[in-house]
């Protein structure tokens, strides 16, 4: 079945610093790549998507590139700040049987120091 | 726009007693999801709508939840009865069709502790 795996947290770091999130995914199908951000006391939010192989998804300075011969989908910010202390889960929906499901990774708690 | 609406945002209760939650999607929206998200866990996938019909409840357990679309807006989940291992958040998203491409916009959420 399909499966979503990415760094475990937390992930500290200062303000400025560059940040990269690993994200791995089993799939059966061609699914599309979701990255979505859970800010403290909020609901999950979509931070960017790619929709096939070499998609990049980008949003808030946020990029990452769908790559479907590493089946990863990594997320990376160049400069970080405070406001984007956060969890972050990584997701897929594949385009089969199942339809728009959403199968999610266990999410990277981001903390930010100023 | 007002984004995927949920209550109550809290709930306690105590074992063996029932639960429901709502929520009202964004308008235009056909398709409905419930998700279950375990504490430092990601969301997982109950039950999903297409209008009127849930197309996929086959990780909803059925012995004691159930869930309703009348009408194809609005949806309600229920827990008859509760036990301790239910506590968790329960999401509701929505999403204007059912293409794997489609992007599901999730309420807040309803965070249930059962005593």
């Known amino acids: 079945g399909d499966s979503v795996t990415q760094m475990e947290g937390p992930v500290t770091l200062s303000e400025e610093a560059f940040l990269t999130i690993n994200c791995t995914y089993t799939?059966?199908?061609?699914?599309?790549l979701f990255w979505y951000v859970q800010y403290p006391g909020e609901g999950l939010q979509l931070l960017l998507k790619a929709t096939k192989a070499d998609d990049k998804g980008s949003n808030k300075g946020f990029e990452a590139t769908y790559r479907k011969e590493t089946t990863s989908f990594h997320l990376e910010k160049g400069s970080v700040q405070v406001s984007d202390s956060a969890v972050y889960f990584c997701a897929l929906s594949d385009q089969g049987a199942a339809g728009n499901k959403l199968t999610f990774g266990g999410g990277t708690r981001v903390l930010v120091k100023p | 726009e007002a984004g995927v609406v949920q209550s109550p945002r809290y709930k306690i209760i105590e074992k063996k007693q029932p639960v429901a939650f709502w929520c009202n999607p964004i308008?235009?929206?056909?398709?409905l999801y419930w998700y279950l998200q375990n504490l430092g866990q990601g969301p997982e996938l109950l039950i999903r709508?297409?209008?009127?019909?849930?197309?996929?409840d086959s990780q909803l357990p059925k012995d004691r939840f159930s869930a309703e679309r009348l009408k194809g807006v609005d949806s309600t989940l229920k827990i008859q009865p509760a036990e301790l291992g239910d506590s968790a958040v329960y999401l509701c998203a929505s999403s204007l069709g059912t293409g794997h491409q489609e992007t599901q916009y999730f309420g807040p959420g309803t965070r249930l502790l059962v005593l």
């Open positions: 709508y297409e209008n009127e019909e849930a197309v996929d």
């Open positions: 799939a059966t199908g061609y699914p599309s």
């Open positions: 308008s235009g929206h056909n398709t």
